[in-house]
C-alpha cells in the first residue's frame, strides 16, 4: 500500500491539471476523469492513514461509505457534490458528460473543499 502522502500529492496533482484544463475545455469527459481521480486519491489518503483496505472498484461513493464506516470521520456538506460525482457516467475509462447536465468546473470548488479537510484530517505535512 503507498505512503498516505503519496496518495496526496497524487490527489493535488490530478487537481491542479483538473483546474489547468477546464480553462482550456477541449475533452469535457476527460475534465471529469481528472476531478473524480482527484478525489479518488484524496479518499484514498484518508483510507491509508487508517489502514483501511480500498474496495475492489475506486467508486467515490464506495470510498467515502467505507471511510464513514470504519472511522469517526464525517464529510461536511460538501460531500454531496462529491456523491454527485460519483455518478458521472463512464465511457471507454473516462468520464462522459455527453449526457450529464453539469459541467466539470463545477465540481472543482467541492474537491478543493476535499483537499483542505484532507489536510485537517490527517498530518500531511
Known amino acids: 500500500m503507498k505512503d498516505y502522502k503519496d496518495y496526496f500529492i497524487e490527489g493535488v496533482s490530478f487537481l491542479e491539471e483538473a483546474e489547468n484544463s ?17 478525489v479518488e486519491k484524496f479518499l484514498k489518503a484518508i483510507m491509508s492513514y487508517y ?10 461513493d464506495l470510498l467515502i461509505e467505507k471511510i464513514e464506516e470504519e472511522t469517526t ?3 461536511p456538506d ?27 468546473e463545477s465540481f472543482l470548488n467541492a474537491v ?13 505535512f
Not at 476535499?114 to 485537517?120: C, Q, R, T
Open 112 to 124: 478543493k473543499q476535499l483537499k483542505e479537510f484532507v489536510l485537517d484530517e490527517i498530518p500531511v
Open 73 to 75: 470521520i464525517r464529510f
Open 22 to 38: 477546464v480553462k482550456n475545455p477541449k475533452d469535457e469527459g476527460f475534465n471529469f476523469y481528472l476531478i473524480q481521480t482527484s
Open 78 to 104: 460538501f460531500k454531496d457534490e462529491l456523491l454527485e460525482l460519483a455518478f458521472v457516467p463512464y465511457e471507454g475509462g473516462c468520464a462522459s458528460s455527453t449526457v450529464y447536465e453539469k459541467r466539470p
Open 51 to 60: 489502514g483501511i483496505k480500498f474496495p475492489e472498484q475506486d467508486y467515490i
